[in-house]
């Protein structure tokens, strides 16, 4: 950290990150790390522990949280979450000192991206949206990329902040754009996990060895970065315990399709991708990793895409 950034750390005194999940609790102590006062609140306690001991503060509800933040950091689940947050009655925007910044890192559609922006200008606060892309392991070293819409006055304020979680930050333009290229992103997460599952359990079914199927694969052409994450880290060890759930990526391509299908370009691709996805949760994959999409394919094969 240089001597600029020391001063932004100053100027940006106080700190508020609500959500500590998976890739909350990460970002969070990142923050906490580089120096930020830094106060969590989670609706479930326990995860703020951790936090506690690394040197956050603790806040009840999100009043305590937000009152006296001068960048509010949000990490949650669903689109419904992050309104409700946001707009409900003891939500942020009624709560948040005024002039504070509120950075949501949460994958929502444009449309509410967009409204969440002009809302917190009528409370005299600034709304960014700022997905983010990398998992847990981008999380922890901080190599995340972060897609951000919103006032771009804000956005080089907070970049200190964004800097710290992100080795690819980039600014895109006006409130929702960071949801547009965050869901674009994610269409593509989708289709190629889905690609991917259905390669690798095909082949299987005909009885290539998983290995050495994705030894041709991941030195071809048909090689990706979903390909190697699925094989290499939970399908041939048969480890589905989630980096990014299923439920997730679901809930992403249904926004992405909307979002696509609204520029008038067909969606078929993205379609079958969701019924695939939603059956898979409608099996009670949806809490596995997202990679766990495979096991519905298995159902059909009648074959295990595992190490021999």
């Not at 709560?95 to 967009?114: H, P």
């Not at 269409?187 to 599952?197: E, F, K, N």
């Amino acid at each position: 950290m240089n001597r600029n950034d020391e001063w932004w750390v100053k100027k940006l005194e106080k700190i508020s990150f609500i959500g500590l999940g998976v890739m909350g609790s990460r970002m969070a102590a990142r923050l906490i790390k580089a120096g930020f006062s830094v106060t969590v609140y989670n609706r479930t306690v326990n995860k703020v522990e951790p936090l506690v001991q690394l040197g956050a503060s603790w806040a009840a509800t999100i009043r305590e949280a937000v009152e006296r933040a001068d960048v509010i950091c949000t990490c949650l689940s669903m689109p419904q979450d992050v309104k409700e947050l946001y707009t409900g009655e003891q939500g942020v925007f009624k709560q948040a000192k005024l002039g504070a910044i509120c950075l949501d890192f949460t994958t929502v559609g444009r449309e509410l991206s967009v409204q969440l922006g002009v809302e917190a200008a009528s409370h005299q606060l600034t709304y960014l949206d700022a997905p983010v892309s990398g998992g847990p392991e981008g999380a922890e070293r901080g190599t995340l990329t972060i897609m951000v819409g919103g006032q771009a006055e804000a956005y080089e304020q907070c970049l200190p902040v964004l800097q710290q979680l992100g080795a690819n930050v980039q600014y895109l333009g006006n409130s929702g754009l960071g949801s547009v290229a965050k869901l674009i992103n994610q269409y593509l997460v989708a289709t190629h996990t889905l690609a991917a599952s259905e390669a690798m359990a095909a082949g299987s079914a005909y009885g290539i060895n998983p290995e050495q199927l994705y030894q041709i694969l991941s030195t071809s052409y048909g090689d990706s970065r979903m390909l190697r994450r699925h094989v290499e880290q939970h399908l041939l060890d048969r480890n589905f315990q989630p980096g990014g759930a299923l439920k997730y990526l679901l809930k992403d391509i249904r926004l992405a399709n909307k979002l696509i299908a609204e520029t008038g370009i067909e969606t078929s691709t993205g379609t079958h991708v969701e019924t695939v996805l939603h059956k898979a949760v409608e099996q009670q994959h949806g809490d596995l990793d997202m990679s766990a999409v495979i096991l519905s394919l298995e159902l059909l094969t009648g074959v295990k895409v595992e190490r021999k």
